[in-house]
């Protein structure tokens, strides 16, 4: 019997500031429990949900996964951490954390929920750590849809690009086809548009994101969406000079984006509690899944299950 996405009961294995679990419980879902390792994140996570959430760090459970058999889950989900596999990053599998996907399919495997839903930067799929966890997955009797979203399309004014699969528990039959791209936007959600429907318009045409190098452009247009959200978040410097690719020359009316219009960007609501040092919510909310493209995510597989039912 199908269970309608109400009854599911499910557990983030690595919650962060809760930008999954808030997208999944926006469309629907049940959340039982949050867990990661970060105390920053845990302290601001248990501010914003009434269900239980844990400091655990899963790469040290050893194989003992009771502490998520006893929560009876009907769906698992998580983003483990990316940075060994980010182009952001060392793109060194051998750094440790990548090995926390294995985890998560491992922990997959011995719990055996109805479906599982994971998160990573699209290149995960070129890994060897890829290969690994959908052999775990597949040996577990998992049917797995894998799509890399653009969250623009998804109802994110932020063109942040992130893989995903989502597994049925499928027993001999492998083949499980859920349809994630139906319901995409024609076309990508700008700033100046999203803001304007939260009722949050802005007072700037054009902001300052701080490049990785000054080869690269920093001055941006609300009119498009976002780039990816990341914990960088500084002023312009002095010594900063104008770009080809910038969408208007430096002036007094160009700013950053404040910590919290980030937050808007990756669609945290306006009532969502951020405490914490500025380094710290820079942080949590770069990491974080947009909640809309969770919230997408879930109702795609709420569709699915409708589906099922009829």
Request: net charge positive; glycine share 8%; charged share 20%.
């Amino acid at each position: 019997m199908s269970l309608k996405s109400t009854q599911f009961r499910v557990i983030d294995l690595f919650c962060g500031c809760g930008g999954l679990s808030l997208g999944l419980h926006n469309a629907g879902y049940n959340i039982i429990a949050g867990f990661d390792n970060w105390k920053f994140a845990i302290d601001l996570y248990q501010k914003n949900f009434k269900h239980p959430s844990f400091l655990i760090d899963l790469g040290n459970l050893e194989g003992d996964f009771s502490i998520f058999k006893d929560f009876n889950p009907d769906i698992i989900v998580g983003g483990p951490p990316c940075q060994d596999f980010s182009s952001a990053g060392k793109r060194d599998e051998t750094l440790g954390r990548g090995d926390l996907t294995l985890v998560f399919a491992e922990i997959i495997a011995t719990i055996q929920p109805q479906f599982l839903i994971m998160e990573n930067v699209p290149r995960f799929i070129k890994t060897q750590k890829y290969q690994q966890a959908k052999a775990i997955l597949k040996s577990a009797n998992y049917g797995l849809s894998e799509i890399i979203l653009d969250a623009s399309l998804c109802g994110v004014p932020q063109t942040r690009k992130r893989f995903f699969w989502i597994g049925e528990f499928r027993g001999k039959d492998d083949q499980f086809q859920l349809d994630l791209k139906a319901n995409l936007s024609p076309k990508p959600l700008t700033i100046r548009d999203y803001f304007n429907q939260i009722g949050k318009p802005l007072d700037i045409d054009h902001y300052y994101r701080h490049p990785r190098s000054y080869k690269r452009r920093g001055i941006f247009s609300i009119d498009q969406p976002s780039p990816t959200i990341r914990s960088v978040n500084r002023p312009i410097p002095k010594t900063y000079q104008p770009h080809p690719g910038d969408s208007a020359l430096i002036s007094p009316n160009i700013r950053p984006l404040t910590t919290l219009e980030r937050s808007y960007i990756q669609t945290f609501p306006e009532d969502f509690i951020f405490t914490g040092t500025k380094t710290h919510l820079e942080q949590m909310i770069a990491n974080a899944v947009p909640v809309k493209l969770a919230e997408y995510v879930g109702y795609c597989l709420t569709e699915y299950q409708e589906k099922l039912n009829c």
